[in-house]
């Protein structure tokens, strides 16, 4: 046989014996988390957002602009995803808003996947259609360097939450 026809049999399917293990990390608020935290990065905001109070990320939409992103305290008042600012404005007098950026999400939540690499190799940051608001971390053949998957998912769920964000492991 020649070393074609073996690479071909040996890679046709068969099962190597490594089964992935896969953290999805949930951020909750991640557009949110993220606005803030660059909030706080800047010098001198000109309009600061009081993180305390009610606040939305809005993105426009057909018949005007709509809620994408909220904190606990618009979530408290009941301002639900997807629903007009009009209207959240009307329920929520001091309501604070700003315009939703999804690339500076995306392009953030890639510097947080970066910084994950500690822990595996493997890092996805999910897409829109897992909501670009999460990591798939694959840990198998890494979780022993942690002392076990239990010590790994326990050091990064600290490590994030001292990051002011509230993971969902």
Known sequence: RSNAAAMAA???GFWNGTMPR??????????????LRAQTASTAPSDPVDP??????????????????RNRAAETE??????????ARAKVLDLQSRP????????????????CLRYTPL??????????????????GCAHLFGGEDALLADLDRRLRGFDLAPRL
Request: hydrophobic share 55%; with cysteine; glycine share 12%.
């Open 10 to 12: 040996s890679v046709s």
């Open 100 to 115: 939703a950026d999804p690339e500076a999400d995306a392009a953030a939540l890639g510097h947080l996947a970066l910084w």
């Open 22 to 35: 896969i953290v999805s990390v949930w951020l909750r608020s991640w557009p949110i988390a993220r606005f």
């Open 52 to 69: 305390a109070r009610p606040f939305v990320l809005v993105a426009p939409r057909k018949g005007g602009a709509c809620i994408v992103a």
């Open 123 to 140: 890092v996805t940051p999910w897409g829109e259609r897992e909501g670009a608001d999460g990591l798939f971390l694959d840990i198998a």
């Open 78 to 87: 009941g301002l639900a995803l997807g629903g007009a600012l009009a209207s």
